[in-house]
T-cell receptor, first 110, second 112 residues
Framework: QKEVEQNSGPLSVPEGAIASLNCTYS??????FFWYRQYSGKSPELIMF????GDKEDGRFTAQLNKASQYVSLLIRDSQPSDSATYLC??????????FGKGTRLSVIA | DADVTQTPRNRITKTGKRIMLECSQT?????MYWYRQDPGLGLRLIYY???????NKGEISDGYSVSRQAQAKFSLSLESAIPNQTALYFC???????????FGPGTRLTVT
């Protein structure tokens, strides 16, 4: 069984701080890694994806991947109250659908 | 117009009734998926289809069936609804190369 683990939270950070969200996965054959943001009652929306070891930056968001440790993270700089949502980590291995973690709830306190 | 649409958006039905949830997409993607989401359990895959002639069971297919009527349409049926099928249902699509999934707005289903 392929597993993707996330701390359910809530993770509370003050406005302007860096939020760090973490994800581990069980399948060493995993090739692609995705971060989705989901507001309450809404559908998930893709915010970042990463395929290679290292960091990938997009605006205030940075995805970090360490395949040796089977670990992927998402950093949100200058966190805003509008970033308050559930963040879902998803992983793909081979020609199979994404496997999602249960999500981490982030709360940014103004 | 939305790229991935789901109908209905909300539905209340009674135990034992047959119900169909429909998904349409204009993204031109070959791959389509049905998920359910329950509080604390994340997104769980029910069925997926990589093309019109391909249907695969996901993690929790019992009690559900699907039909891929065309590249753009993928329907989910509950043959005899039961209360523990009360959940938020999402349809998603992806193309062959990127595997990024795009989600519809969801259908909130309540079985009484």
């Amino acid at each position: 069984q392929k597993e993707v683990e996330q701390n359910s939270g809530p993770l509370s950070v003050p406005e302007g701080a860096i939020a760090s969200l973490n994800c581990t996965y069980s399948d060493r054959g995993s090739q692609s890694f995705f971060w989705y943001r989901q507001y309450s009652g809404k559908s998930p929306e893709l915010i970042m994806f990463i395929y290679s070891n290292g960091d990938k930056e997009d605006g205030r968001f940075t995805a970090q991947l360490n395949k040796a440790s089977q670990y992927v993270s998402l950093l949100i700089r200058d966190s805003q109250p509008s970033d308050s949502a559930t963040y879902l980590c998803a992983v793909r291995a081979g020609n199979t659908p994404l496997v999602f973690g249960k999500g981490t709830r982030l709360s940014v306190i103004a | 117009d939305a790229d991935v649409t789901q109908t209905p958006r909300n539905r209340i039905t009674k135990t034992g009734k047959r119900i169909m949830l429909e998904c349409s997409q204009t993204k031109g993607h070959d791959r389509m998926y049905w998920y359910r989401q329950d509080p604390g359990l994340g997104l769980r895959l029910i069925y997926y289809s990589f093309d019109v002639k391909d249907i695969n069971k996901g993690e929790i297919s019992d009690g559900y069936s699907v039909s891929r009527q065309a590249q753009a349409k993928f329907s989910l049926s509950l043959e005899s609804a039961i209360p523990n099928q009360t959940a938020l249902y999402f349809c998603a699509t992806s193309d062959l190369d990127s595997y990024e999934q795009y989600f519809g707005p969801g259908t909130r289903l309540t079985v009484t």
